[in-house]
């Protein structure tokens, strides 16, 4: 058993079908659950398969969508400047290729389209001026990968910078193709999103580098990986150290918190790698061992931390599964790379 049982978040959802009612939400950072959690709205999640395709063509007595002849820019839109933005549009109205405007400038750290983001976000219907999804109305951001939601969400929020807030449009077939009749969204609709990027997953700890103290073992990056060597005749540590390594920019850790890293091991006794987990992990910290329970709060995502655990704090009785005898003392370098109160 993996000894702090992180899932993976490399697997994609596979997410069965648009729910009718907003908000049944999607797990966030992407763990490998089919069943959705509540929380973040699933408005913008696209369909994992054509066979989870909804149709929204209108019936023999609906009445025929009204010709809207798409803009070129975002020049007839306004956007309150509120912490709840209000969205004014002239509807019908249509857009001809996405594209998005900064009406918030944010900091350095920019979104990838790999990135794992919490925001807050309201949803426009270009043709009925209507809003089909808010997270200020629910009262909570949201949280989910850029590759979980639909092709023009995505191609708007990469490249933008964490707390600024943008303006994104996009045509059908950027949004909902096929229509989404439960957000009452019809095949051919262009679709507006104002968000507010309140924070992301960084790729790599960055930071300030921060010299550990005398006595502990080094650490040095090769091929992207962290190598660590204990120095000879070295004091075993007997209680749980905590040193930084690089001090992230973002956000203190809380015990509470579902976190993202990579991560190494290593048995102190023997120099020897017991765990190599160096791609980004998922999980909440109070399901942890002692040793990250206690060492990871108060720390700040983007940060790279040594921490050298002792047994009781680890494995007291060793794991077989890892090869650890009983009493050995284990040092992980840990990448914190993003941490959220959505499991």
């Not at 002849?69 to 857009?95: C, F």
């Not at 900064?102 to 389209?113: D, F, S, W």
């Not at 949280?143 to 929020?157: D, E, I, M, N």
């Amino acid at each position: 058993m993996p000894p702090v049982r992180f899932s993976s978040i490399a697997p994609r959802l596979a997410v069965a079908s648009l729910v009718a009612a907003v908000g049944l939400g999607l797990s966030s950072c992407g763990t490998a659950t089919t069943t959705p959690e509540p929380g973040a709205s699933e408005s913008m999640v696209a369909p994992a398969s054509p066979s989870a395709e909804v149709s929204a063509s209108p019936s023999a007595s609906a009445s025929p969508l009204p010709s809207i002849t798409p803009s070129t820019d975002l020049s007839a839109i306004t956007v309150s400047d509120t912490d709840k933005p209000e969205v004014t549009v002239k509807a019908p109205w249509g857009i001809d290729k996405t594209q998005a405007k900064v009406l918030r400038p944010g900091g350095e750290q920019k979104l990838t389209e790999n990135s794992t983001v919490t925001l807050n976000y309201v949803g426009i219907n270009g043709r009925t001026g209507k809003t089909f999804d808010s997270s200020y109305d629910r009262g909570a951001p949201a949280t989910f990968q850029l590759q979980q939601v639909v092709p023009g969400f995505a191609k708007g929020l990469t490249g933008q910078s964490i707390g600024s807030r943008v303006l994104i449009a996009m045509p059908s077939e950027d949004g909902y193709a096929d229509g989404n009749p439960g957000a009452e969204i019809e095949k051919g609709d262009s679709i507006l999103f104002v968000v507010d990027i309140i924070s992301a997953n960084f790729e790599d700890a960055t930071g300030a580098v921060v010299a550990p103290v005398a006595g502990l073992p080094t650490v040095v990056l090769t091929a992207g990986k962290p190598e660590l060597t204990i120095p000879a005749g070295a004091t075993l540590p007997t209680e749980l150290v905590v040193q930084p390594l690089i001090k992230g920019s973002g956000a203190p850790i809380t015990a509470e918190d579902t976190i993202q890293v990579k991560y190494r091991s290593w048995d102190w006794a023997t120099g020897k790698l017991v765990e190599d987990a160096w791609q980004p992990q998922q999980g909440p910290l109070n399901t942890l061992i002692e040793g990250w329970k206690k060492g990871l709060p108060g720390q700040t995502t983007g940060s790279r931390l040594m921490l050298v655990v002792p047994p009781e704090m680890g494995y007291p009785d060793g794991n077989t599964d890892m090869g650890l005898e009983a009493g050995q003392t284990l040092v992980y370098v840990i990448d914190v790379l993003y941490a959220t109160k959505e499991g």
